[in-house]
């Protein structure tokens, strides 16, 4: 496994965010396409993880410190992955100078935002049918 991280424009790099989007949301937690495609990621910053040319996660920020749309391909997760692409996220937002950063977490997720410095606020909520915490960290 050779795993380079880097910051991209959706526009040169649109096809590989969306695979692996399409996989993870569409085809395994069932959102609908409708909800996953919202018309943000030109305007967003996006990470993407590569394992050698394969690209095997995915993150965006939009400008209001909104972190959102990680994912890991199945075989992949559990690798630190994830913790990479929310680490170079939040540093263009330091570079950017935004004061807090906040995402969307599915609950089951909850756990590792909070080792990542991510506080819960506010109750849990349904979004395409899968619970959610709203949760932020100040930078």
Not at 7 to 15: A, F, G, L
Not at 17 to 28: G, L, S, Y
């Amino acid at each position: 496994m050779k795993i380079n991280i880097r910051i991209v424009s959706y526009d040169d790099h649109c096809e590989q965010i969306r695979e692996v989007r399409d996989e993870v949301f569409i085809n395994e937690q069932s959102v609908p396409e409708s909800i996953e495609i919202d018309g943000l990621d030109p305007d967003a910053i996006h990470a993407i993880v590569f394992d050698n040319e394969t690209v095997v996660g995915t993150g965006r920020m939009l400008p209001d410190g909104h972190i959102g749309r990680m994912a890991v391909t199945a075989q992949y997760r559990g690798n630190g992955i994830g913790k990479l692409m929310l680490e170079a996220l939040v540093g263009e937002a330091e570079k950017l100078n935004i004061s807090k950063v906040w995402l969307s977490s599915q609950c089951h997720a909850k756990g590792f935002y909070e080792k990542l410095g991510f506080v819960a606020i506010g109750t849990i909520y349904k979004e395409a049918q899968i619970d959610h915490v709203k949760m932020k960290r100040d930078l």
